[in-house]
């Protein structure tokens, strides 16, 4: 009787035992699912804000390469040499152009505020962190604050008291050419050199940048992508 009583009693006990260690283990791949599921869509929204990203990049990009070409074409002009005056406006313009870096940090952003650590993959969240913190942090002061970099405030009064006496505009206030030679003294001439050459030596270090940021960009979004796949 006791016998049947004591397995009765064992019984019961693993009877409930299984059935909380079922239940907390089913409470704990439901919050794993959750968890992998939030996971997930934020990645999603970074790698969409790193798509995004991509074209400004490209965007600016592009801009600083049309400021290094223009750095050529006043050169040529500075030394009398043959240019086609169709360009003038765009390089007069684009010598001197400044830019902002801009990233789409709102899938970061919503990532640090529930938890850098919802990203299990450690690789993977060191590259995110390293992209956005620092990376992105570094090309923006670069091109915001880095008085190297502010072409418009450093160089364009001076390099505009040598241009703007040789425009010629139209009736409405369009350039629509320049008269050459440029009558510089050597001081000036040499100056304007000095200043072109800085022009493009900076814009070619931050096109380098650009391309390295572009790199990683790439390989991160490839990244997520496989991470998300798991």
Not at 10 to 15: G, T
Not at 118 to 129: A, H, V
Not at 171 to 186: A, K, S, V
Request: net charge negative; aromatic share 14%.
């Amino acid at each position: 009787m006791k016998k049947r009583r004591t397995r009765k009693y064992i019984f019961e006990f693993l009877s409930i035992f299984i059935a909380v260690i079922s239940a907390f283990a089913l409470n704990n791949w439901n919050d794993n699912r959750r968890d992998r599921e939030a996971a997930d869509k934020i990645l999603t929204e970074i790698a969409n804000g790193l798509q995004k990203d991509l074209e400004d990049i490209a965007v600016n990009s592009g801009g600083h390469e049309n400021g290094i070409d223009a750095c050529i074409f006043w050169r040529k002009i500075i030394l009398n040499q043959e240019v086609s005056h169709d360009s003038l406006r765009n390089y007069y313009f684009g010598l001197t152009r400044d830019f902002f870096s801009a990233q789409n940090n709102s899938g970061y952003e919503t990532l640090k505020s529930k938890g850098l650590e919802l990203i299990r993959n450690d690789s993977l969240r060191y590259k995110i962190i390293s992209l956005y913190e620092y990376d992105f942090t570094s090309l923006k002061t670069m091109e915001e604050n880095y008085a190297e970099m502010q072409f418009h405030t450093s160089y364009f009064k001076e390099i505009n008291a040598f241009i703007a006496p040789h425009l010629t505009f139209d009736d409405r206030g369009n350039i629509t050419g320049i008269e050459t030679p440029l009558d510089l003294t050597e001081a000036e001439r040499k100056t304007f050199l000095t200043y072109l050459w800085r022009i493009r030596l900076n814009r070619m270090f931050i096109l380098q940048y650009y391309e390295t940021i572009n790199e990683k960009i790439e390989n991160l979004i490839e990244e997520i992508e496989e991470e998300k796949g798991r």
